[in-house]
């Protein structure tokens, strides 16, 4: 039919009541097999997902068409088969709609595609704002996970939010919007953190907004409650997979010299900011807590040595996680981050890997660690350094002051920094541009971690003091999940009050 579509189309036919269309949904393309499972062909159940309800359209219509159907159809087949087999859709309709199927998700109020998906009608101010784009949001819908990362996503919706922030109440309802239409699609991704990572997401295109839209902050504390929720539930299945298999963290083999040790420093990180919201939105932590402590002993047995100090994108988790816990819990698994992180800066003279160090340059760098090539490792690694800051800060709640200061002239010369924005409102941006930069340098004025300290208490703390949008909890939640998401910037209002 293809090789003589020309049939179909005789202009005296084209246009005239009950001209028949024509629709394909072509299970491979010619140079791959259509594959099978136990249960049928990819294609068919793809199809048949679709028809059940269980992958949504978009579309709220009472009828679905094959091209309706096909297209998520295929979307899901290529995904669930990484590329191996990727479905073909394709259609002429001379006619009209060409109804094949009830949409199991239609709606009496039939809807577009941008209320469907942002929850703002077309016709409203904000509506019009953003109309001219509305493709973009739509086509998130059909993204593949590794399409749908913070930063993509951040890049798309920024977009949106910049055209609605002065609507009032508009960027909360719209980020709500997109956040419910793209929530369920997260959990078939490989990440398991994707759902999490996309409500954190949500709630630093919030940040802005949070202290001028009453939406924007209870979207916010709507978003902040689905991670506390989430976490616990992935903490659970962790804790599970170690008890099953204690090497079950360690799946990747010899890249996991590199990324395991940020792996932890996620999940950690994450709980960390979990325990940080629960108490901001008046949650119970117990749970969360005692998962937790049956964490901790798994990775004290048998992560120890490979938990921290690999790469300066781990410093933010690692400022989220050991200022939520006290120094007596989880089976002193803080004081063993600490002196990991310590241990390693000296070792390495405080050269962690750059933040987003590129595949590429991973062998590189653990090349160069292993040579102790100090030469190489300037070239892959960040000066000045944050982790170290955070190191010097943070050891004396874990009674490390002194194992520290004995070894700080084997750090001399090593930069390090404490960067707090002018505002945290801004904390969110790409590239934050009001603030002060405090650079120290050993053996220039910093002998000793107590001057680390006085220079904190004189100059850092009061600058956060000023800063009058962190008596809301919306910037402080908004802050702490962009740091997360961004790990170029730490949240050292944490520290404020250790």
């Not at 990775?299 to 996680?321: I, K, Q, R």
Request: proline fraction near 5%.
């Amino acid at each position: 039919m293809v090789s003589n579509l020309g049939i179909l189309l005789k202009p005296e036919v084209i246009g005239k009541a009950k001209t028949f269309g024509v629709s394909f949904f072509v299970s491979s393309t010619a140079d791959q097999y259509a594959g099978e499972t136990d249960r049928g062909g990819y294609g068919t159940l793809a199809l048949l997902k679709v028809l059940h309800g269980q992958i949504d359209t978009g579309s709220r219509a009472r009828m679905l068409d094959l091209l309706d159907i096909g297209r998520p159809a295929a979307h899901y087949v290529s995904e669930q088969t990484r590329g191996v087999q990727m479905p073909s859709v394709w259609g002429v309709n001379l006619y009209g709609h060409m109804p094949l199927f009830g949409n199991p998700h239609a709606t009496d109020n039939p809807t577009s595609s941008l209320l469907g998906i942002t929850g703002i009608p077309p016709a409203s101010p904000a509506g019009q704002a953003i109309s001219c784009h509305s493709s973009e949001p739509y086509k998130l819908m059909f993204a593949t996970e590794h399409e749908l990362t913070a930063e993509s996503l951040f890049l798309v919706l920024s977009k949106f939010v910049d055209r609605l922030v002065d609507i009032p109440d508009a960027v909360g309802v719209f980020i709500g919007g997109v956040w419910q239409s793209l929530e369920k699609g997260t959990r078939r991704h490989s990440n398991s953190f994707a759902r999490v990572e996309l409500s954190a997401t949500c709630i630093a295109l919030l940040l802005q907004s949070s202290q001028k839209d009453s939406a924007s902050r209870d979207c916010i504390m709507g978003l902040a409650h689905e991670i506390v929720v989430e976490i616990e539930h992935l903490l659970s299945q962790i804790v599970t997979g170690l008890r099953e298999n204690p090497c079950s963290l360690s799946r990747h083999g010899i890249p996991d010299l590199f990324y395991l040790p940020q792996r932890i420093s996620r999940i950690l990180g994450w709980a960390g900011a979990a325990l940080h919201l629960a108490r901001e939105l008046g949650l119970s932590d117990a749970a969360m807590r005692a998962t937790l402590e049956e964490m901790s002993g798994h990775l004290t047995e048998h992560y120890a040595n490979v938990c921290a100090g690999m790469s300066e994108d781990e410093a933010p988790f690692w400022a989220a996680f050991l200022t939520a816990i006290n120094t007596d819990e989880l089976n002193g698994l803080g004081e063993l981050v600490v002196s990991t992180l310590i241990n390693v800066l000296i070792e390495h003279d405080a050269r962690l890997a750059r933040p987003l160090l590129s595949a590429e340059d991973v062998f590189d760098y653990l090349k160069a660690r292993a040579d102790k090539d100090l030469a190489a490792l300037k070239s892959l690694s960040s000066s000045p350094s944050e982790t170290l800051a955070l190191a010097l800060l943070i050891c004396e709640r874990h009674s490390l002051r002194d194992e520290l200061d004995n070894n700080l002239a084997r750090l001399d010369h090593a930069h390090f920094n404490i960067f707090i924005p002018q505002s945290y409102l801004e904390f969110s941006q790409p590239f934050v541009r009001n603030g002060i930069n405090h650079v120290f340098q050993i053996g220039h004025s910093v002998w000793t971690v107590e001057d680390v300290v006085q220079r904190w208490e004189a100059t850092c703390r009061p600058q956060l003091v000023r800063d009058t949008s962190l008596r809301n909890p919306a910037t402080r939640i908004g802050a702490l999940c962009a740091s997360l998401i961004f790990p170029d910037r730490l949240p050292w209002f944490l520290l404020s009050d250790q």
